[in-house]
T-cell receptor
Framework: AQTVTQSQPEMSVQEAETVTLSCTYD???????LFWYKQPPSRQMILVIR??????QNATENRFSVNFQKAAKSFSLKISDSQLGDAAMYFC??????????????FGEGTQLTVNP | KAGVTQTPRYLIKTRGQQVTLSCSPI?????VSWYQQTPGQGLQFLFE???????NKGNFPGRFSGRQFSNSRSEMNVSTLELGDSALYLC??????????????FGQGTRLTVV
């Protein structure tokens, strides 16, 4: 079974600074997806960024980028120029690739990010 | 395009009762998944439906069930409610086409409180 671990229950960052959230996972599969989702106080899960395991290049989305280390099974999220609106719970998630695997996500425990003005 | 809609947003039920939650996916999305979120257990997968068939099931007791209709709308049912069923229930939809599955788009959830 796949597991996802986020070892930082809470993190804080000053506005405009950079913060990195950590995530490790365990799987015997070679082809899969990894995601970072953000859950603000409204509780709606919002996709931040996705990474396909077969792609060596790290994904980036504006101020958000990942450091994907497949051999180490590590998938960290870097937020640059942090903004007050980035404050939320961040979840790392894993999904097997393949039609028969469906869209089932395995989530980590989450990291609560506070952005200080 | 409208997002994933979950109804109701909030619900209070008594132990022993049953409850039905509804999820309308994004138009064109045929895969619907359900998750339970609690402070103690985090986010746990309940089940996934695709084309009216349950494709995946998480490790939950048989009191938790679901179904999907021909228009892709899904319902989940919890019978004989227990205090521990109090949680935020999240629904997510995604497209499956040509062997690819898009990322999941989530609704705002239904907050169920069992008293």
């Amino acid at each position: 079974a796949q597991t996802v671990t986020q070892s930082q229950p809470e993190m804080s960052v000053q506005e405009a600074e950079t913060v990195t959230l950590s995530c490790t996972y365990d799987t015997s599969e070679s082809d899969y997806y990894l995601f970072w989702y953000k859950q603000p106080p409204s509780r709606q899960m919002i996709l931040v960024i996705r990474q396909e395991a077969y792609k060596q290049q790290n994904a980036t989305e504006n101020r958000f980028s990942v450091n994907f280390q497949k051999a180490a099974k590590s998938f960290s999220l870097k937020i640059s120029d942090s903004q007050l609106g980035d404050a939320a719970m961040y979840f790392c998630a894993y999904r097997r690739r393949g039609e028969t695997s469906g869209s089932r996500l395995t989530f980590g425990e989450g990291t609560q990010l506070t952005v200080n003005p | 395009k409208a997002g994933v809609t979950q109804t109701p947003r909030y619900l209070i039920k008594t132990r022993g009762q049953q409850v039905t939650l509804s999820c309308s996916p994004i138009s064109g999305h045929r895969s619907v998944s359900w998750y339970q979120q609690t402070p103690g257990q985090g986010l746990q997968f309940l089940f996934e439906y695709f084309s009216e068939t349950q494709r995946n099931k998480g490790n939950f007791p048989g009191r938790f069930s679901g179904r999907q209709f021909s228009n892709s709308r899904s319902e989940m049912n919890v019978s004989t409610l227990e205090l521990g069923d109090s949680a935020l229930y999240l629904c997510a939809s995604s497209i499956q086409a040509q062997g690819r599955i898009t990322e999941a788009f989530f609704g705002q959830g239904t907050r169920l409180t069992v008293v």
